[in-house]
């Protein structure tokens, strides 16, 4: 291999790590931010529920405030 394809092999190596270091930083490392806080929410809301399900049982009448608070919105009746 002489010096101009060893350059020109190097380019295209850093070309590739570069697109891979954007696409990490740009789109996959926000994204995931993103899907972690969801998760945070959906297992607040999962506790919530199962607290509301055993207040549920024991004949408790819960609020409409509460019920909003831990079921989903696509859920809920007439939203």
Do not use: H, W
């Not at 930083?25 to 919530?48: F, H, N, T």
């Amino acid at each position: 291999m002489n010096y101009m394809e060893a350059a020109k092999y190097m380019k295209k190596q850093i070309d590739d790590l570069e697109k891979s270091v954007f696409m990490f930083e740009e789109v996959i490392k926000p994204r995931a931010e993103a899907d972690k806080q969801i998760l945070y929410k959906l297992r607040a809301q999962e506790l919530k529920l199962q607290a509301l399900i055993t207040r549920i049982k024991s004949g408790e009448q819960p609020s409409v405030d509460e019920f909003n608070e831990c079921v989903p919105s696509s859920f809920r009746v007439g939203k």
